[in-house]
């Protein structure tokens, strides 16, 4: 079971990023400037710590969330896509006049068992 996807749109922007930049990486804050939208940087411009947690990999490229945030979405399951228009960050697609955005379900009981398991 994963915990996040990506739309064939943003997989498409993420491989054309890629293939201009390189490694990448992708980051979700819940800060300031767009910082609960998803985020992607060369992987050596984003300084990662124990407060992020890896929720999965897009297209060979990290996906991490603050834990902070990670508090709010824990119970849900994520999908990156991409749409037309300009954010407030740094984040790589920003030039091309676009910008990432997550859609959200509620996990079924299924996948939150395995997900999030009891302690």
Known sequence: ?????????AAKVVNQLK???GELIF????????????MIFEK???YLDESDILL??????????????FEYWKHTHLTVDITKG???????EIPLGLR?????????DEENAVLNPKT
């Open 56 to 69: 999965g990999t897009l297209e060979g490229v990290n996906f991490y969330m603050n834990q902070d945030q």
């Open 44 to 46: 050596d411009d984003m």
């Open 100 to 108: 990432f955005i997550i859609h959200s379900r509620l996990l079924t």
């Open 19 to 21: 293939a201009k930049h």
């Open 27 to 38: 980051h979700q804050s819940g800060g300031c400037c767009d910082g609960s939208s998803p």
């Open 86 to 92: 300009r954010g407030a960050s740094f984040s790589l």
């Open 1 to 9: 079971m994963e915990r996040i996807a990506i739309t064939e749109e």
